[in-house]
């Protein structure tokens, strides 16, 4: 019996929470499709580092289970409240509380159960699609095989019924401790608003405002994790301060009878308003905050996106590039493993030479935005014991400045089919990064770059900035191209070897060229490293930097994408998953308490309000209760994003509007949003009419 009385209350309030059995289809269908990248065999045999994936894809599936607990508690808890009446009936006409319990959890678990069942189909589907994306972003070829995983299956079983059954747990926990008269009472406490000191708390609204105002002054100065931990802590408390302060300040407004009042129908909407905040204070601050959250993480994912898309194509634009810290290498070794498993259509062996000095160097280091004040004495002028001891230690740069010779140089021109340049025995010319053009305008007139016998001085020809690998093959970040007289009076440096082939390369070439390096000289990804010697180095890449012995460009591009897929992708899964949470509690909160509202809006019916006026007062209410948390996130997340956007630019060398990744996430945010607010009003509508 207890069974049939169960399925007849899920079918009958399935209406009522059917937004809640999407967003769980939603989440079980999410689950599924990322959960299959802990089994993914496609492309973990092809990285070394295709760990990181499932590393980070756990790590955001462990606070996604967090999120998707709190959520099924929520709306469990939710729906015991709106449900309390009933449950005191069934006790009074004799029913024991321990039946009620039980039919209630089977409730649960029977909407627990349709929407998983409705989930995994659309999470085998999905899985193909994400599996597709992955291998576009990779440069592999992936065929559609849509097939139920038994692997899979189980892990997101387990995630999903682990959230459900802790969620009912405390569900059962509590409902052991009522009676009739607080199971009667519940419903009524919720709805109770309780008014006190509001003339004190409104003012908890403008200094809410000022305080993120202040704390975001400080933001680009968090240097360390206490200062970041204690900002986080602040930032969290003002949200939740800011909904108490804005209540009381409505609540404040609507009895000083302002004007603004009784302008058409703003009375009945400030006070439906008033106190549904007043009711949901914390929840709207957790809203707020996994709004947040989800804007930050969509933003993220694009930054990554676009610098994918932009950068890494042209990042390293030799098909291989070998190192050797050895000034007199012949490559030997290296050449018969290319001429085993390639087609060479062109290679060269070239030198990268030094002057000893580090005038160059003690440049960059001073001038450059990266480093800002670091390097600088009080005075503004080089702190040299703190230059010469990042030369030996950190690696940014070697030890002494990098000079290229004008003959190898245009070699590589050539060979990367750029425009060969001249120069006179009296100049020379400047190779770097795209990413440092605006910044080394003036890098010229600190240098004193002379002639063959060091008695004049050569003048600054031009400084190019075509793709030149410059993340220590030719140079860290610049190199110093000089007439072939004035490198023949310079010391070899190191040397390198640029490999043009024919056709690509294959998947594992790099690996057998790394696998002549001892494994104590490699890195924890197995490839050869940049050893400190004082003639290797890395540039000032601090945002995405991949500096190795062996380049093959064929291998490191799809590589480095799988890296950044491994952020782009849980980023992307966080937040769609905080957003669909979110959006849910507003839905179903709205939804539940259409039957309250119901009575209200006739009433203004009975006094005279079109059925046009009602429907347009019903979209003004909802996009109020709608826009409150999402705008506030916005505020907050926005002026987190577009400061991160402007840092992420100036590091990477991206050309973008600082504005564009806050701004698509944005309208992937509203997208989302419209679909939940147009079900909310449409099932609104409904049950405001009366309808079936």
């Known amino acids: 019996?207890?069974?049939?009385?169960?399925?007849?209350?899920?079918?009958?309030?399935?209406?009522?929470?059917?937004?809640?059995?999407?967003?769980?289809?939603?989440?079980?269908?999410?689950?599924?499709?990322?959960?299959?990248?802990?089994?993914?065999?496609?492309?973990?045999?092809?990285?070394?580092?295709?760990?990181?994936?499932?590393?980070?894809?756990?790590?955001?599936?462990?606070?996604?289970?967090?999120?998707?607990?709190?959520?099924?508690?929520?709306?469990?808890?939710?729906?015991?409240?709106?449900?309390?009446?009933?449950?005191?009936?069934?006790?009074?006409?004799?029913?024991?509380?321990?039946?009620?319990?039980?039919?209630?959890?089977?409730?649960?678990?029977?909407?627990?159960?349709?929407?998983?069942?409705?989930?995994?189909?659309?999470?085998?589907?999905?899985?193909?699609?994400?599996?597709?994306?992955?291998?576009?972003?990779?440069?592999?070829?992936?065929?559609?095989?849509?097939?139920?995983?038994?692997?899979?299956?189980?892990?997101?079983?387990?995630?999903?019924?682990?959230?459900?059954?802790?969620?009912?747990?405390?569900?059962?926990?509590?409902?052991?401790?009522?009676?009739?008269?607080?199971?009667?009472?519940?419903?009524?406490?919720?709805?109770?608003?309780?008014?006190?000191?509001?003339?004190?708390?409104?003012?908890?609204?403008?200094?809410?405002?000022?305080?993120?105002?202040?704390?975001?002054?400080?933001?680009?100065?968090?240097?360390?994790?206490?200062?970041?931990?204690?900002?986080?802590?602040?930032?969290?408390?003002?949200?939740?301060?800011?909904?108490?302060?804005?209540?009381?300040?409505?609540?404040?407004?609507?009895?000083?009878?302002?004007?603004?009042i009784y302008r058409g129908q703003n009375l009945f909407l400030l006070r439906q308003f008033s106190s549904k905040v007043r009711t949901m204070q914390f929840t709207m601050g957790t809203l707020t905050a996994l709004f947040t959250i989800a804007l930050m993480g969509s933003s993220v994912a694009m930054m990554f996106s676009d610098y994918e898309n932009k950068v890494l194509d042209t990042k390293w634009p030799f098909d291989v590039l070998i190192y050797s810290s050895d000034a007199e290498d012949e490559f030997q070794d290296d050449?018969?493993?290319?001429?085993?498993?390639?087609?060479?259509?062109?290679?060269?062996?070239?030198?990268?030479?030094?002057?000893?000095?580090?005038?160059?160097?003690?440049?960059?280091?001073?001038?450059?935005?990266?480093?800002?004040?670091?390097?600088?004495?009080?005075?503004?002028?080089?702190?040299?014991?703190?230059?010469?001891?990042?030369?030996?230690?950190?690696?940014?740069?070697?030890?002494?400045?990098?000079?290229?010779?004008?003959?190898?140089?245009?070699?590589?021109?050539?060979?990367?089919?750029?425009?060969?340049?001249?120069?006179?025995?009296?100049?020379?010319?400047?190779?770097?990064?795209?990413?440092?053009?605006?910044?080394?305008?003036?890098?010229?007139?600190?240098?004193?770059?002379?002639?063959?016998?060091?008695?004049?001085?050569?003048?600054?020809?031009?400084?190019?900035?075509?793709?030149?690998?410059?993340?220590?093959?030719n140079g860290g970040d610049y190199i110093l191209i000089v007439p072939d007289s004035v490198i023949q009076t310079m010391k070899p440096y190191y040397s390198e070897m640029a490999v043009d082939l024919k056709g690509k390369a294959p998947a594992g070439l790099m690996k057998k060229l790394d696998d002549l390096v001892p494994e104590e000289e490699q890195d924890f990804a197995g490839h050869a490293d940049l050893s400190l010697e004082g003639n290797s180095c890395s540039g000032s890449d601090n945002m995405v930097s991949y500096n190795a012995t062996n380049l093959v460009r064929d291998n490191v591009i799809p590589e480095v994408k799988y890296m950044l897929a491994s952020l782009i992708v849980p980023a992307f899964y966080m937040g769609l998953v905080f957003l669909c949470a979110a959006l849910t509690v507003l839905s179903v909160q709205q939804l539940s308490d259409s039957a309250k509202y119901k009575f209200r809006y006739d009433v203004l019916a009975k006094i005279g309000l079109e059925r046009s006026e009602i429907n347009y007062l019903i979209a003004r209410q909802l996009t109020a209760y709608y826009l409150c948390p999402a705008l506030f996130a916005m505020i907050i997340s926005g002026s987190v994003m577009i400061r991160v956007s402007r840092i992420f630019i100036m590091a990477t060398g991206v050309h973008t509007s600082v504005l564009q990744y806050f701004g698509i996430s944005v309208l992937l945010f509203f997208g989302i949003y419209m679909i939940y607010f147009m079900a909310t009003y449409v099932g609104f509508k409904r049950n405001i009419e009366g309808k079936k």
């Open 335 to 473: 050449l018969e493993i290319l001429n085993k498993d390639v087609e060479i259509a062109d290679s060269y062996i070239y030198r990268i030479y030094t002057n000893q000095t580090n005038q160059a160097n003690v440049w960059m280091y001073t001038h450059l935005q990266a480093f800002g004040n670091m390097y600088l004495d009080s005075d503004g002028r080089p702190n040299m014991k703190k230059i010469e001891k990042a030369l030996k230690t950190d690696g940014t740069y070697c030890t002494y400045d990098t000079y290229m010779g004008l003959s190898d140089y245009n070699y590589l021109r050539k060979m990367l089919g750029y425009k060969e340049i001249t120069l006179t025995d009296r100049q020379y010319a400047i190779q770097i990064k795209a990413r440092l053009s605006s910044e080394t305008d003036e890098m010229p007139e600190g240098l004193e770059v002379t002639d063959a016998g060091g008695n004049e001085e050569l003048t600054c020809a031009g400084i190019y900035t075509e793709p030149f690998s410059q993340d220590g093959h």
């Open 1 to 260: 019996m207890y069974s049939k009385l169960a399925f007849r209350n899920v079918m009958r309030s399935a209406k009522d929470y059917l937004v809640y059995m999407f967003t769980m289809a939603v989440v079980t269908a999410l689950m599924y499709a990322f959960s299959s990248l802990f089994f993914d065999k496609e492309f973990t045999g092809l990285f070394e580092i295709a760990q990181m994936m499932q590393m980070m894809t756990g790590m955001a599936t462990f606070f996604i289970v967090l999120i998707v607990a709190w959520l099924i508690n929520y709306m469990v808890r939710f729906m015991l409240e709106k449900r309390s009446s009933e449950f005191g009936i069934y006790m009074l006409l004799g029913m024991k509380k321990k039946a009620i319990a039980r039919l209630y959890m089977r409730e649960n678990v029977l909407l627990g159960i349709f929407a998983f069942l409705a989930g995994v189909p659309a999470g085998i589907l999905l899985q193909q699609v994400l599996m597709a994306v992955l291998g576009n972003m990779v440069h592999v070829e992936y065929r559609f095989h849509p097939t139920l995983n038994k692997y899979t299956f189980l892990v997101t079983l387990l995630f999903y019924a682990g959230c459900y059954l802790l969620a009912l747990f405390r569900c059962k926990r509590k409902f052991k401790k009522m009676n009739i008269h607080d199971l009667m009472d519940a419903k009524r406490q919720n709805e109770e608003i309780k008014e006190s000191n509001e003339g004190i708390k409104r003012l908890l609204f403008p200094v809410s405002i000022a305080v993120i105002v202040a704390i975001w002054t400080v933001f680009p100065g968090l240097s360390s994790v206490g200062a970041a931990c204690i900002f986080l802590i602040a930032l969290v408390l003002v949200i939740y301060l800011f909904y108490i302060g804005l209540s009381a300040w409505v609540m404040c407004y609507i009895r000083k009878k302002k004007k603004g």
